[in-house]
């Protein structure tokens, strides 16, 4: 698999975190243009697309964003997703002035904290028939 072919952004995200795969589903919904793919860094897509770029964790802390052949990581990820919504969520993307060591130590602390706060799945999410072929490794299955 390569790393956003048919040329849309493919969003990693951690398929157990339930805060995770909320935002996921908030992506969705305003995705009408069709521009997102999804992969849980737990299934084989995802573990294949970042095999050469992060170490496997049990607990995955990032969300990665491939667009146009280029990972973004943490804040920067989550910043370029929502400049590429509609509406008014691409004024969030004025927040990238922020360095990314203090956006990212905000990220991370989230990141630390999801599991207790939001909870986690025994499995990643599984998609229903509306919504598949935005699964990475459900649109073949």
Not at 53 to 73: F, H, M, Q, W
Not at 100 to 122: H, I
Request: aromatic content about 14%.
């Amino acid at each position: 698999m390569q790393a956003g072919n048919d040329n849309k952004s493919i969003v990693i995200f951690d398929g157990v975190c339930v805060l995770c795969s909320n935002i996921v589903r908030f992506i969705i919904r305003y995705d009408k243009k069709d521009i997102f793919r999804f992969a849980s860094i737990q299934g084989e897509s995802g573990k294949k697309l970042i095999a050469d770029r992060i170490k496997p964790s049990a607990d995955p802390e990032t969300v990665i964003l491939i667009d146009n052949g280029k990972y973004y990581y943490r804040s920067a990820a989550v910043l370029r997703i929502f400049k590429k919504l509609p509406g008014g969520w691409p004024l969030l993307y004025a927040l990238i002035i922020i360095p990314a060591p203090v956006r990212d130590f905000f990220y991370k602390f989230v990141a630390k904290k999801r599991y207790g706060w939001f909870g986690r799945y025994e499995q990643c999410l599984i998609p229903d028939d509306n919504i598949r072929k935005k699964f990475i490794d459900q649109a073949s299955g």
